[in-house]
């Protein structure tokens, strides 16, 4: 396993040195943040990066994410130009040492809580997805927590309106057929295309979601058979739901080889609709076993890069939500006692 942390760059305000002195780590997770969605990143943003990280002894061998523009899951406008610069940036990052990019093809959201500051009895707070109060949210007049700075009302609800007419169907073919064009250049530069579920997976506001299940990623993998063409395993997206069997899924896809990337942590589900709160990142505080998963993808054959995904702010930090030092650093140590664990125990 290869341990790595998310920095969202130079803006992020957690130093890499810190990152640095967490054991085990091995590098971190990036991107280019100041490019605008769907256009190129260049050769010298990348030299940056990476010197910024190779300067703390940390490698840069996963993006998180290259994004992918809204024509291109639409299917309309721009499309064809968003993907030969998706392509080029696959190149790009390619020739800095890039191995694995995660993305996402979920509409207009990639990721959607009722709460980001929903405290637990023990004065910590955690990300939160509550069904009544997510009930009670007008979808004509959108306000979302962390949303409401990414797009104007009229966007919003313009982009909206738009997807409301796009079938699962179709999303699905524009899904395909960007892959057809992505992942041969994937495959003559050795980067590994690392699809992040949908976060929570179900479909939101009326309009639709395509990796939610076993089953969306089945028919994925034999549209594109390419091993390039893989997952990110999010336990906590597809742990959200009562209906995915997370070991079963990280020991399938371990042992086609298409778990590229691992993101863990735990959530607990809180009612018996669709809530879940984000918890720490121990089995025993929420509905995942976190040991079944990593003896899951060991057993089987994974390798390869792992990172704790959002904690709760705890010791008093006013972390960026999900994306604090402390609780991710403790989760980091979690996931190393796991590892070391089962790795041993299945030599
Ligand atoms: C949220 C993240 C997602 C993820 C994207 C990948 O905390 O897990 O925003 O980075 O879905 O494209």
């Known amino acids: ?41 260049t050769d010298e943003q990348l030299s940056k990066l990476k010197k910024l990280c190779a300067d703390k002894n940390l490698g840069m061998e996963v993006i998180e994410s290259i994004p992918v523009h809204e024509d291109i899951k639409m299917g309309c406008g721009r499309r064809d130009e968003y993907i030969e610069n998706y392509c080029k940036n696959i190149e790009t990052v390619a020739r800095h040492g890039v191995k694995c990019v995660c993305y996402n093809f979920m ?55 738009a997807y409301r007419k796009i079938s699962h169907e179709q999303l699905f073919e524009n899904l395909v057929y960007f892959l057809k064009k992505v992942i041969p250049v994937c495959e003559r530069v050795g980067v590994n295309m690392a699809i992040h579920p949908d976060d929570p997976p179900w479909d939101v506001f009326g309009i639709p979601r395509i990796v939610s299940c076993e089953k969306d990623l089945d028919r994925m993998f034999e549209a594109v058979p390419s091993k390039n063409n893989g997952l990110t395993l999010c336990s906590g997206s597809f742990g959200a739901s009562r209906k995915n069997n997370l070991v079963e899924m990280a020991a399938k896809y371990a042992k086609q080889g298409r778990v590229h990337f691992v993101h863990l942590r735990n959530v607990l589900w809180t ?77």
């Open 1 to 41: 396993m290869k341990l790595t942390f998310r920095w969202y760059g130079e803006k992020d305000s957690i130093p890499l040195q810190y990152i640095s002195q967490i054991p085990n780590i091995s590098g971190v997770v990036t991107a280019v943040y100041d490019v605008p969605v769907g256009e190129v990143w």
């Open 107 to 161: 509409p207009v959201f990639d990721w959607l809580r009722t709460d980001m500051y929903h405290k637990n009895s023990d004065g910590s707070t955690s990300l939160s997805y509550s069904y009544d109060d997510f009930v009670k949210v007008d979808p004509n007049n959108l306000h979302l927590p962390g949303w409401d700075e990414s797009y104007s009302p009229d966007e919003l609800q313009g982009l909206l309106n």
């Open 271 to 347: 009612d018996n609709h669709d809530s879940f709160c984000e918890v720490g990142h121990c089995s025993k505080h929420g509905s995942l076993d976190m040991a079944a998963i990593v003896k899951a993808l060991v057993e089987n054959g994974f390798d390869g890069y792992v990172r704790p995904d959002h904690g709760r702010n705890i010791f008093g930090e006013n972390g960026k939500p999900g994306y604090g030092l402390y609780d991710r650093a403790l989760g980091a140590a979690y996931i190393n006692g796991l590892f070391e664990a089962t790795e041993k125990n299945n030599k």
